[in-house]
């Protein structure tokens, strides 16, 4: 990864910002604007920028292209700074119907960007505490982010998973001979995945802790635990637990066992976050995650992704708030923060020498 920060975005087409030019501080940026005005998106914008996908669950081409637009094309062009160098690198883009072009200072490129980019939700903390299925994609996505052989051992999991279930959905002929190949493929997998996880986990522990303080200046233990049924560290307890499982499976038509079933357990001094904490603390609890794979991501490659912070002020009280704004005003990673929300803008505008980003109906007003 590469220590790059986004010094000017201009993106044309990409929902309601049909034109815009957008120059960043490589500190914070604050991106204020009532409802409904375009902050997300240019967070997402940003974020597909540089990840070529958006943060939104099933949404491509059709969902971002402007409605309004006159062309069916989504244009990016960008200006990215890399800090200890004066050299500058542009990226630049056009996604339609019929696929994507990307040149990188001006060349011709399939390879995505090298820099890493987070973005936090407003709504994040809730699904992650709600939804087994939010906490295995949060660490997927994070995970993958840090580590690329996990990613592609992750892909090759999940294709060898879904042939498994087509067999066992459908039955073919000799469907078991085919699963019991499968499961040999599987195996493996399981062991590498698991393994990466506690690792992963391993990694995060002292950051989170530390973060929690840091960001709120309270001491608590937290700590995220791997919660699987059945931990798969050896290729014989896969291959136990599917012959275990077999009869169930094709009873069922899926596979309902292994790794792709593991849970994690965030812990707040011992107890389950979910149950024990007040939405508040569960807020504090998933943004000190957060900042804590920050922090591991800059340990990892000597350099801060691009953090897109949307609207998190819900739920944490004006003590809280402040305690965030100091803490992103001592961090030297870049950072758009977003809000509509007047008390925590006032509390933003506290911050010297941060870009005020104004944007209103799409457009964007510098103040
Ligand atoms: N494909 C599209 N084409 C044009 N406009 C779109 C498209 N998709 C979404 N929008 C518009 O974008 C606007 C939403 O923008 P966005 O989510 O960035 O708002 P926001 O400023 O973050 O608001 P909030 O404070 O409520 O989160 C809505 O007005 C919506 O109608
Ligand atoms: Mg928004």
Sequence with gaps: MLPLKIDKLQVTNFRNLEEVVIHFSPGINCIFGDNGNGKTNILEAIY???????????????????????????????????????DLLSLTGKVSSDGSSWYQNGKSTNRKLKAGVVFINPFDSQGFHNSASSRRTWVDDHLGQLDTKYKSE?????????FRNKLLSKKP????????????DLAPLSCYLTMARLNFLEQLKPFIQRAF???????????IMLDAKVMIQTPETYLELAQK?????EILGYTHHGVHK????????????????????????????????????????NSFPIVLLDDVSGELDKLRWRRLV???????????????NDRFKDELETITGSRRILVDGGSIQLF
Aim: include cysteine; proline fraction near 1%; glycine fraction near 4%.
């Design 245 to 249: 499982n077999q009869e169930k499976d």
């Design 173 to 184: 002929n000799e469907f078991r001979k085919q699963i019991n190949a499968i499961d040999q």
């Design 213 to 223: 303080f840091d960001l709120f200046s309270e001491n608590h233990h937290l700590e």
């Design 154 to 162: 992750l892909n090759r999991y999940q294709k060898s998973l879904r």
């Design 48 to 86: 597909f920028l540089i990840l070529r996908k958006s943060f939104r669950k099933n949404t491509g081409f059709p969902q971002i292209l402007s409605i309004d637009g006159e062309k069916a094309e989504v244009l990016f062009s960008s200006v990215f700074t890399s800090e200890g160098s004066e």
């Design 262 to 301: 593991d849970d994690y357990t965030l812990l707040f001094d011992g107890l389950n976050s979910f149950d024990y904490c007040s939405l508040g603390q569960q807020k504090m609890s998933y943004l000190s995650l957060l900042f804590a794979y920050i922090e591991l991501f800059r340990y990892k490659f």
């Design 326 to 340: 100091d803490y992103l005003k001592a961090k030297k990673f870049q950072i758009l923060i977003t809000t509509a």
